[in-house]
Antibody
Framework: QVQLVESGGGVVQPGRSLRLSCAASGFTFSSHGMHWVRQAPGEGLEWVAVIWNDGSHTSYSDSVRGRFTISRDNAKNTLYLQMNSLRGEDTAVYYC?????????????WGQGTLVTVSS | AIQLTQSPSSLSASVGDRVTITCRASQAISGALAWYQQTPGRVPKLLIYDASTLASGVPSRFSGSGSGTDFTLTIRSLQPEDFASYYCQHFNSYPYTFGQGTKVEIK
């Protein structure tokens, strides 16, 4: 069965860096675009970033562009999110999400999430 | 960026009620819309994609409709497990924004 397992979250001071990982299994990882979505405590969902199945293209939300970098290692079935210059407003649960392709797209599988807390 | 506005932001309903949530896009997105359900402490779950296609395993009391800028999620007969937050999301172009959410509470 499809599994997405995030790791790397924790408490970090403002201005510091953190790298999240997402280990994928149960499907052909290299065939799917992958995304990061976050959810601040008590708030709604916010799309963060995407990387195409072959890693050839990435895109970011305005709130993280220039600070976060999404990448993947298809040989290791792993997705990453490098987060630099962290701010308090980056505090959230970060979800690794699989993209499903139909006529359009959808997010069909979500990891359990990893909590990132940015605080001094 | 395309904005999605959901209404209402919250609603109170009873078991058995018919519930309708709307999602309006700031520009036309064809049928590139999905709906998700999130219960407290849980991961979001895909309900509807391509505006009107029911995701695998989702009960048939859920349905989606719309195209262009106006979309609707309908729950035909609300069940106890349906009390949750619901989000729409577009896939027309990056960024793939979400609506702000609609919380369905027990009356």
């Amino acid at each position: 069965q499809v599994q997405l397992v995030e790791s790397g979250g924790g408490v970090v001071q403002p201005g510091r860096s953190l790298r999240l990982s997402c280990a994928a299994s149960g499907f052909t990882f290299s065939s799917h675009g992958m995304h990061w979505v976050r959810q601040a405590p008590g708030e709604g969902l916010e799309w963060v970033a995407v990387i195409w199945n072959d890693g050839s293209h990435t895109s970011y939300s305005d709130s993280v562009r220039g600070r976060f970098t999404i990448s993947r290692d298809n040989a290791k079935n792993t997705l990453y999110l490098q987060m630099n210059s962290l701010r308090g407003e980056d505090t959230a649960v970060y979800y690794c999400v699989r993209e499903y392709s139909s006529i359009w797209f959808a997010f069909d599988y979500w990891g359990q999430g990893t909590l990132v807390t940015v605080s001094s | 960026a395309i904005q999605l506005t959901q209404s209402p932001s919250s609603l109170s309903a009873s078991v058995g009620d018919r519930v309708t949530i709307t999602c309006r896009a700031s520009q036309a997105i064809s049928g590139a819309l999905a709906w998700y359900q999130q219960t407290p402490g849980r991961v979001p779950k895909l309900l509807i994609y391509d505006a009107s296609t029911l995701a695998s395993g989702v009960p048939s009391r859920f349905s989606g409709s719309g195209s262009g800028t106006d979309f609707t999620l309908t729950i035909r007969s609300l069940q106890p497990e349906d009390f949750a937050s619901y989000y729409c999301q577009h896939f027309n172009s990056y960024p793939y924004t979400f609506g702000q959410g609609t919380k369905v509470e027990i009356k």
